[in-house]
């Protein structure tokens, strides 16, 4: 399955890979919690995954981290 998702996604994914933490993820990227929230969401729904550890080793995988 291609990957697809929104520039500002693919960079949350990026600086949780890096090893940020939620709240320096939205403090860098000017977002709320909630907004990081929804993200993680909607990757987790549409790729099948469950919990953080599960999507940053798929983001690795996928050359997105």
């Known amino acids: 399955m291609p990957i697809k998702?929104?520039?500002r996604m693919r960079e949350y994914l990026r600086l949780l890979c890096k090893g940020?933490?939620?709240k320096e993820i939205g403090h860098l990227m000017g977002v709320s919690p909630s907004t990081l929230?929804?993200?993680r969401a909607r990757i987790f729904k549409r790729?099948?995954?469950r919990g953080q550890v599960p999507l940053v080793l798929w983001a690795?995988?996928?050359g997105l981290g």
Do not use: G, M, P
């Open 5 to 7: 998702l929104v520039d």
């Open 20 to 22: 940020y933490t939620a």
């Open 37 to 39: 929230r929804e993200w």
């Open 47 to 49: 790729y099948c995954i």
């Open 60 to 62: 690795r995988e996928n």
